[in-house]
């Protein structure tokens, strides 16, 4: 039976809560203070820990700080509970490792749906090592630095973020290097007209944030999930010492880490100099070489946008004369290329 320990100071909110999971088929463990959950934690490690911030003798940062200097519990999924809404809490306890937030006065549906989608974390985590693992076996030239490698990923939590959750911002101190296990994220900067230049596109298996191994400790740029996504971090001070360690693994990021700046360069020189029409087919054809040449890409208004450095009402008038004309079809953020050989020459 799926474990869950509830950490809430709060009588009555916390009676409630185990009454909800009880009945949702859940083995419940309670704390009405953080000292005594902390305790319970270590001792019972449940499958998912609820936890209040606002708390007497221990708040709820202080423990999360706790277990995650407890290799047995630091990867157990963490909800927080909280009547406190404020970015600067919300990415406090996301820097602190986090794995979501429920704001009081939450509802039975939301209790329930928020644990759920946090215990599908292993199932991700399966796909994880299935996929992105296969991956890096092709990145690592070396059978040790392969395997020393998995031993570090294998330590690492897994985020969940939401469709449009920020994962990172631009300037913030770079703390980490990103893999994507599924969903999708962009990165843009904000140029000084307020306009948002998308500045990559990634899907799963992608490695999110390298170029922080070669900038001055800040992220250069904004990296947002485009859809509910999951993804594992790694340590900046210990990937860097990973890669001095093992030469042709460095050698290889180093590569990605070319091609997603000549790729930025590309489109750099696309803004400088194509027509409109010219930048808007191109970067509709960037996002269908980047989702896989697939029949139907998803490509919203705002990042054709962002990706052309053009208006989105310019997006939408362009869009709309190019499905005159033939060359797509499109229904919501949705687009079908039709002719993509004449897609590839638009000039005027």
């Known amino acids: 039976m799926t474990k869950i320990l509830i950490i809430e100071d709060n009588d009555d909110i916390r009676e409630n809560v185990v009454e909800i999971l009880m009945l949702a088929g859940y083995e419940v463990f309670e704390a009405d203070n953080g000292k005594t959950g902390t305790e319970l934690a270590i001792r019972n490690l449940p499958d998912l820990i609820l936890c209040d911030i606002m708390m007497g003798d221990l708040d709820g940062y202080g423990v999360l700080h706790l277990l995650n200097k407890h290799a047995e519990t630091k990867a157990i999924p963490f909800i927080f509970m909280t009547a406190k809404s404020e970015?600067?809490?919300?990415?406090?306890?996301?820097?602190?490792g986090a794995d979501d937030y429920l704001t009081k006065p939450f509802d039975d549906t939301e209790l329930l749906n928020a644990i759920e989608?946090?215990?599908?974390?292993?199932?991700?985590?399966?796909?994880?090592?299935?996929?992105?693992?296969?991956?890096?076996s092709e990145i690592v030239a070396a059978k040790d630095g392969l395997n020393a490698l998995n031993m570090a990923l294998e330590e690492r939590k897994i985020r969940f973020f939401k469709k449009g959750q920020v994962i990172y911002y631009e300037g913030d101190r770079a703390a980490n290097i990103w893999i994507l296990l599924d969903g999708k994220v962009k990165t843009a900067?904000?140029?000084?007209?307020?306009?948002?230049?998308?500045?990559?596109?990634f899907d799963h298996d992608d490695f999110i944030g390298i170029n922080i191994l070669f900038s001055e400790g800040i992220y250069l740029d904004t990296a947002t999930a485009s859809e509910d996504s999951h993804l594992c971090n790694f340590p900046r001070e210990q990937f860097e010492e990973f890669i001095s360690l093992y030469p042709d693994v460095a050698e290889k990021f180093v590569k990605i880490?070319?091609?997603?700046?000549?790729?930025?360069?590309?489109?750099?020189?696309q803004l400088a100099y194509q027509s409109v029409r010219k930048r808007?087919?191109?970067?509709?054809?960037?996002?269908?070489?980047?989702?896989?040449?697939?029949?139907?890409?998803?490509?919203s208004r705002i990042d054709l946008a962002s990706m052309s450095g053009t208006a989105p009402e310019?997006?939408?008038?362009?869009l709309s004369d190019f499905k005159e004309e033939g060359l797509i079809e499109k229904k919501g953020s949705t687009i079908k290329i039709i002719d993509l050989k004449r897609l590839e020459k638009v000039k005027n």
């Open 189 to 201: 900067k904000m140029a000084e007209d307020g306009r948002e230049l998308l500045t990559g596109i």
């Open 314 to 318: 310019t997006v939408s008038r362009t």
């Open 257 to 269: 880490l070319s091609n997603q700046i000549r790729q930025q360069e590309e489109q750099l020189m």
């Open 117 to 136: 989608t946090r215990l599908k974390k292993r199932q991700v985590q399966q796909e994880f090592y299935s996929g992105a693992i296969e991956k890096l």
């Open 87 to 96: 970015r600067s809490d919300i990415r406090k306890g996301m820097e602190l």
């Open 280 to 299: 808007i087919s191109e970067a509709i054809l960037r996002m269908y070489r980047q989702q896989g040449a697939v029949e139907n890409l998803t490509a």
